[in-house]
């Protein structure tokens, strides 16, 4: 068997996810995935986040019946999250060593390679990486996820006083890292930490100019901030929905179509405000929560299939890279073994549609 050529295919039915027709007006798309810890070590503190620096990184073995269970269930997309830099302590540098790495980054490409030999689409999460780190990684992965989790310079030291890796500058940079070596980015806001409408903007016009500048940026995901309990932030406020209203329209009006606009469906239980600002992406839908999965505590009006019903749209499974980025061809030789018979299939699409026309 092809290696990851199960992904795309349920049950051995050819068409269970599809590329064709994904960016039609009428169409609701989602990606279904499952989230891999490999650790919470962090060299960040921040107030709201629950990760912490008492476990130690995960055995690479022990994720392959996660992916397998995880592809079974009909996802698609493994995103592989840590702590920022947990080589940074000595426990985790001495566990690589002990498993026979010499790095970092060797331990996590093993382990998206595993995550794609059971037919999933690797997704990193990782914080601060470098050049030579992510050139290596984005053989085997198609997404680097990376949020801008950032606050105006004035109030930094309030809300990041312990996390060096949330600054500006230095998260824009990594962006840029991964846009010139050509591996696609998923970044966004979190909105309601702190951060004021101006910032919102210039974060906003900043990653639009990346994308006009690399063409790399996969999608932008505006996300409401949720207080977690255990965390410094737990009395703090759920971002304002009008906020978030105002900041997706704000989005939308910028990226002009050319970046997809997310606003998770799993953080606002209510989504019609979103669906009716054009919103036609319910971003990812993790393993484990279902349709009328609860957030919060609190049950959402209704499940996607109904909201779609709704609407008059047309709900589609999609794969973790876009249609269009599968067209370009901005993946790697290694994930080519999945993507490249969808390309062919959307440049046929794309010549039979020129010869109608004609």
Known sequence: MVVGYALGNSNDKENDIQVLGEDRDNVLAYSKATSVVLSRMCRNNCPYCSFHRKDNI???????????????SGAREAVYVAGERPDKYSQVRATLDLWGFDTYSDYVYTICELGFLEGLIPVIELGFLSPDEIKKLAQTCALSKIMLDTVDQRNFSNIYPESPGKKMDLR?????????????????????????????????????????????????????????????????????????????????????GAVKVIVPFESNPNYEPFLKLGIRDLGRLYEGCSASYVCKDKPRDMTIEQLAEKYGLELQQRFPLRRDFIQQGKYSKKLGQVFDGYRYKIKKETQEKLKKEK
């Open 58 to 72: 995960v055995v690479p073995y022990s994720t392959i019946k996660i992916a397998r269970d995880a592809r079974l």
């Open 172 to 256: 824009l940079k990594q962006i840029e890292w991964s846009s010139k070596l050509k591996l696609p980015v998923v970044t966004g806001l979190l909105v309601g930490i702190g951060e004021s409408k101006t910032h919102r903007k210039q974060m906003i016009d900043k990653i639009r100019d990346l994308h006009n500048e690399f063409g790399m940026i996969h999608e932008f995901v505006i996300q409401n901030f949720v207080p977690q309990d255990g965390t410094k932030f737990h009395n703090h406020s759920v971002a304002d929905e009008k906020l978030m209203i105002e900041t997706t329209e704000y989005a939308l009006d910028s990226f002009k």
